[in-house]
């Protein structure tokens, strides 16, 4: 049978579109440098604070986040977890990791919410965005780094792209399904005093849709972190680069650590998100 | 007196192939055929109707004739398929979208079934939400939203979340929403139909209050031919979609259409629609394990009677004391009032006629307790109320 002698050539496609939109080059120069600059003002600024004030900024913003449920278990925890990060001599990868986790999930949010808000009002859009979700979701992580480094050099910037394609779909979801839950009779009553399709989305489905969409941003975050040791192959400096090179040293004690403050870091960022939900 | 709305002909087919279905619509082609053949529902079959500046206009009907469809074809939230939606003689169903929701902030607002208040916002932002769409600003919506909230009787609530209130007084929160819009038209979608008989009952008593000072075009959707005879103005009675009878409650009562009408008014007839629900009033009510005597001396003082209805802390009905009796407790320095509780108080459930009760009620000193199918006291009959009701004075019908 002629479909198994000859194969498809898709993966020759896929080659020739990447090598085609390499030739946009001056549009990829532009990316990289703008995401650049916002890892680096990231970078700049925890690089710049000391590292007494860090702990000040993260406790405090945990006190505002906590102050109405009263449980402090999570203060004394990120006191000692950001100390043995520090001791352990990785304070600036433990800074490097949160760059880029920040970058991209600053730029999951911009595209992302407007972009489920789309999809909630939209049915075409939401028809061709749910299989181009799944897509994002389901394709190995390590995937997107190939045409990433083409496109983006090596780094942080395809690092923080991996990440966005990666980490966004919950984001765009979850939006789009907090808008979508909005109850029938509060949409009917919102149009029927003559609103606006803004002020019924700003007034009315966004406000109600704001804890559901919590949890889509707190997953992103989540996700985003999650690539950081992926990130890391192509050269995306944090705590995934002493992961990857304790793999390479077979280095159990070294990889250990590193992985162990990933794992502080999730929680601190896992339970201050969730924090705001409420 | 001037004509507000004028609906005519008005239609509306939910699906596909909508031409055809409307073509056999127009052939007089039943319901069944037509889903039969197009798959498409008729929801509203050729409606036509007008309704008076200053009146309320009672849509009535069970549920799938039709009548919710036809209130939301009013502010166009679902757009008629065929036919004229006239309000100043402006054909609405060819309004666009900006002039569309022009006409909804300037000339009409709706009161919902199942309120629909934004959990969101305090009760004083929803009262003045279709003033916040108007564009006025804080200091003005507030105050009118202050004022609507004074009609409805919910002074001293601003700052409360919907949730923190009861049914009956989300409802008046949103008929203040309705109110305070300054519209001319109020579209009340079964309005009072999720609240407790009594508090239906009030409400429609303050609907009607307002409606004397106020003298708004209100079109009343219901499913309840009592309280589309104690609104309604004109009353229009609607089956699978289309209309079957409009008039006032009069003819609707003596003049009935056809056979469907005469079934609907057949218990109207034959009691008077009375039920204890519509007769009870509100007792002195004392919980007998949260007070004593003393509270419960207080309570009667404050009522004006000589005995008082007690309950337990699930709000269940246990009985009655007297006066005297909880007198010569206080006397004797003693805390519980079960030692003086009467048991054997006449019980009846709020839907059963009053010509069921009548010669009970006329034998028994006794006020009847009035209990739902979980014993929580709604309320007590007493003597006079049935009398006066049955002469016609003071009570609901």
Known sequence: MDILIAKLPVADWINDFVKWLSGFTGFFNGVTNFIGAIANMFQWVFDLIPIWLFFVLILGLTFYVKRNDKKWGLLIFELLGLLFIWNMGYWRDMTQTLTLVLTSCLIVYVIGIPLGIWMAKTQWVNMVMQPVLDFMQTMPAFVYLIPAVAFFGIGTVPGVIASVIFAMPPTVRMTNLGIRQVPVDLIEAADSYGSTSWQKLFKVQLPLAQSTMMAGINQSLMLALSMVVIASMIGTLGLGTQVYFAVGRNDAGAGFTAGLSIVILAIILDRITQSLKK | MTIEVEVKNVTKIFGKQLAKAKKLVRENKSKEDILAQTGATVGVDRASFTIKQGEIFVI??????????????????????????????????????????????????????????????????????????????????????????????????????PNQLSGGMQQRVGLARALASDTDILLMDEAFSALDPLNRKEMQDELLRIQSELHKTI???????????????????????QVIQTGTPEEILTQPADDY??????????????????????????????????????????????????????????????????????????????????????????????KELMSEISTTPIPFAVLDEREHLLGIIVRGAVLGALAGDGVTE
Do not use: C, W
Not at chain 2, 95 to 100: D, G, W, Y
């Open chain 2, 261 to 354: 009408v005469e079934r609907f008014i057949e218990d109207v007839d034959r009691s008077r629609v009375l039920t204890a629900a519509n007769v009870m009033i509100k007792p002195a009510m004392v919980n007998i394990e949260k007070s004593g005597p003393r509270t419960a001396l207080r309570e009667m003082r404050e009522n004006n009677t000589s005995s008082i209805y007690v309950i337990d802390n699930q709000q269940r009905f246990i009985g009655m004391a007297d006066a005297r009796d909880v007198i010569e407790l206080v006397r004797k320095q003693q805390k519980d009032l079960g030692q003086v509780l009467q048991k054997d108080v006449p019980t009846t459930n709020p839907d059963t006629p009053i």
């Open chain 2, 60 to 161: 009535m009907g069970l549920s799938g004739s039709g009548k919710s469809t036809l209130i939301r074809m009013i502010n166009q939230l679902i757009p008629a398929t065929d036919g004229q939606i006239l309000i100043d003689g402006q054909d609405l169903t060819k309004l666009n979208k900006q002039e569309m929701i022009a006409l909804r902030r300037k000339k009409m607002s709706m009161v919902f079934q199942n309120f629909a208040l934004f959990p969101n916002y305090t009760i004083i932002q929803n009262v003045a939400f279709g003033l916040e769409i108007k564009g006025k600003d804080k200091a003005q919506r507030e105050a009118r939203a202050h004022e609507a909230l004074e009609l409805v009787g919910l002074k001293g609530y601003d700052d409360q979340y």
């Open chain 2, 219 to 241: 079109i009343f959707i219901s499913h309840d031919l009592n309280e589309a005879l104690k609104l309604g103005d004109h009353i229009m009675i609607m089956r699978d979609g």
